[in-house]
């Protein structure tokens, strides 16, 4: 496995296709009469990833894999990512899936697919610890 993403594993040979890791860093831009524009630093923005994906039917039904992909991006709900070394990455958001169609059979099925996942950082408590504070007693 070369990472996880909630429930949803990627294998290196059949699956992945390339990782992309992009981080911003946000400026006030303060306007001055007759002179340039000041920057004002205010820190770092949430980091985004585009994960690249071949789906084949040879390894994999591609209708069944993009349903669970839509699944969990519809749900709106935070994803761990996890690469296959066990690092944690973070909580992501799937916030883009672009799919691209390769190979059809005659009949219209799909063969062969390119799929790019756009995750976004997600900063907030992840809603299944919050769960979890749910089941404390609070002391009266």
């Known amino acids: 496995m070369f990472a996880q993403l909630g429930d949803i594993q990627f294998d290196l040979i059949t699956y992945f296709d390339g990782i992309n890791s992009t981080v911003t860093y946000n400026y006030a831009e303060h306007e001055r009469i007759n002179n340039k524009t000041l920057l004002q630093f205010m820190g770092e923005n949430l980091q985004e990833f585009t994960i690249k994906l071949n789906l084949h039917s040879s390894f994999c039904v591609p209708e069944d894999e993009i349903l669970k992909i ?13 690469k296959g070394n066990g690092e944690y990455v973070g909580a992501f958001v799937i916030s883009q899936i672009q799919k691209t169609t390769e190979q059809t059979s005659p009949e219209g099925d799909l063969i062969a697919i390119q799929v790019e996942l756009q995750l976004k ?3 907030g408590k992840i809603p299944e610890d919050e769960e979890e504070e749910k089941g404390l007693k609070k002391k009266e």
């Not at 839509?70 to 996890?82: D, M, N, S, Y």
Request: hydrophobic residues 40%.
């Open 70 to 82: 839509r699944t969990e991006a519809q749900l709106g709900k935070p994803l761990k990512f996890i």
């Open 121 to 123: 950082e997600y900063a």
